[in-house]
Nanobody
Framework: QVQLVESGGGLVQAGGSLRLSCAASGRTFSTYTMGWFRQPPGKEREFVAAIHWSGGPTYYADSVKGRFTISIHNAKNTVYLQMNSLKSEDRAVYSC????????????????????WGQGTPVTVSS
């Protein structure tokens, strides 16, 4: 059974950093794209970042570009999201997702392209 388990969320002050992890198991992900999405309170889930399991290329939402970095450790079957210079608007539940599709700037942003989802980890940023 495929599982995506996120960890690393929590409370951080504005300007601070957090690193989220997503441990993937249950199948071979070598052809998959891994994505991070977030759902702010009262809003729809939105794309944050994506990376192909091979390690590249990477894609980012404009709102996080230059502050967040997505990476992958293939041997550990783990995807990371390093979040720096956090802002109050980054507050959300962050979820990891996996999908087997051709990666483009457009396709990585489509939620329905991802077939596996984790439960999410909350991030709160205090001002």
């Amino acid at each position: 059974q495929v599982q995506l388990v996120e960890s690393g969320g929590g409370l951080v002050q504005a300007g601070g950093s957090l690193r989220l992890s997503c441990a993937a198991s249950g199948r071979t992900f070598s052809t998959y794209t891994m994505g991070w999405f977030r759902q702010p309170p009262g809003k729809e889930r939105e794309f944050v970042a994506a990376i192909h399991w091979s390690g590249g290329p990477t894609y980012y939402a404009d709102s996080v570009k230059g502050r967040f970095t997505i990476s992958i450790h293939n041997a550990k079957n783990t995807v990371y999201l390093q979040m720096n210079s956090l802002k109050s608007e980054d507050r959300a539940v962050y979820s990891c997702a996996a999908g087997n599709f051709g990666t483009t700037t457009y396709t990585t942003r489509i939620r329905s392209n991802y077939v596996y989802w984790g439960q999410g980890t909350p991030v709160t940023v205090s001002s």
